[in-house]
């Protein structure tokens, strides 16, 4: 089973700021199959990110995301003030079970 | 677009199923070749793929949950149901249903089940 690592576990921010959040897999994700996902308090997880760096329908622009191998990144460009989430990556490669990292609470500083 | 909606029995006894219906409404479940999955969140924590099915009824689960767990669909309700064995306080989670089998999108709401006697 694949362990995905996020970091950090908090990060604290203000709007208009650059975030970068990491996830680091414990072994290579087959063909880049990652994807990143925005969860809000009481509301489920919403699509952001596949095959690593393919925005899903919607997403905005200044979310991207970039990797290969073990190491992805989610950046989110200019924080605005409803992105502040919890974000989780999720790895889907041939290595099943398809496993999720434990997530990173982006917080207002 | 399309819209999914969990529905079933919020507690459960330990030892007993876990039975939870996901109704998908602005699409069908047969259409497009989408697969269909199952995803629960622990209170708190973090999240865990369970299975997905196809709607000629293919299926695949995490064998960490496989020996108690069934998904299954019926076409003509547009549903996909879940049932979860010999459960215990640590099945206690939410669980969501999700379109896709590889990424998830969209996501039903979630429905909190609770394992207690």
């Known amino acids: 089973e694949i362990v995905l690592t996020q970091s950090p576990g908090t990060l604290s921010l203000s709007p208009g700021e650059r975030a970068t959040l990491s996830c680091r897999a414990s072994?290579?994700?087959?063909?880049?199959?990652l994807a990143w996902y925005q969860q809000k308090p009481g509301q489920a997880p919403r699509l952001l990110i596949y095959?690593?760096?393919s925005r899903a329908t919607g997403i905005p622009d200044r979310f991207s995301g970039s990797g290969s191998g073990t190491d992805f990144t989610l950046t989110i460009s200019r924080l605005e003030p409803e992105d502040f989430a919890v974000y989780y990556c999720?790895?889907?490669?041939?290595?099943?079970?398809?496993?999720f990292g434990q997530g990173t609470k982006l917080e207002i500083k | 677009q399309v819209q999914l909606q969990e529905s079933g029995p919020g507690l459960v006894k330990p030892s007993q199923t876990l039975s939870l219906t996901c109704t998908v409404s602005g699409g069908s479940i047969s259409s497009g070749g989408y697969y269909w999955s199952w995803i629960r969140q622990h209170p708190g924590k973090g999240l865990e793929w369970i299975g997905y099915?196809?709607?000629?009824?293919?299926?695949y689960y995490n064998p960490s949950l496989k020996s108690r767990v069934t998904i299954s669909v019926d076409t003509s309700k547009n549903q996909f149901s879940l049932k979860l064995s010999s459960v215990t306080a640590a099945d206690t989670a939410v669980y969501y249903c999700?379109?896709?089998?590889?990424?998830?999108?969209?996501w039903g709401q979630g429905t909190l089940v609770t394992v207690s006697s």
């Open positions: 095959g690593a760096s």
């Open positions: 099915i196809y709607y000629s009824g293919s299926t």
């Open positions: 999700g379109r896709g089998r590889h990424w998830f999108d969209p």
């Open positions: 999720q790895q889907y490669g041939s290595s099943r079970p398809y496993t």
């Open positions: 072994q290579s994700v087959t063909s880049s199959y």
